[in-house]
């Protein structure tokens, strides 16, 4: 593996990790969530007014925080992994359309000269490193795909 292609992977390795990053803290603000409504409706609906409406409260209330930690600090860790990977999907299709380019010469070598017997070999490694520029390109896109549908899914979970 060639020192550009390992830069892209380890750009779409740290999208990855801090799209983990944002999901796990987006599933805490869930689950806190999730406990403190199971408290509140645990207390009974017969009780004085004034205790009904500190529930609703402290219910709305929590859901406010809840909503503004997901879209500032979750959002802050997600778009820096989303930014991570989109720098490295630029790269991926640059170098991938690079390496193709490459390939192609290669070609053109081995089928138009007698000294050129090395580059059937460097068109298989040049279109190698095609494909994995191609697999790191989707790699960063489904990543910021799958964290922007985790991201709505949790904070819809947390308003409703």
Known sequence: ????????NERVKEAVEGHSRSMEMGRRNVEDMQNLKGILEGIPSNVDSDILEAV???HDT???EATSDMEG???SVMDSASDTASEADAEAKEQKELSEEAEDSFHE????SEFGGSAEGAADRARADADGFG???EEAQETIQEA???FERQ????QS
Do not use: H, P, T
């Open 109 to 112: 070598i081995s089928s138009s």
């Open 73 to 75: 600090d979750v959002r």
């Open 1 to 8: 593996m060639g020192n550009k292609l390992e830069s892209v």
């Open 135 to 137: 697999e790191a390109s």
């Open 62 to 64: 929590s859901i406010n």
């Open 155 to 158: 904070l819809s979970e947390i």
């Open 148 to 150: 922007e549908e985790e």
């Open 56 to 58: 609703s409260d402290v």
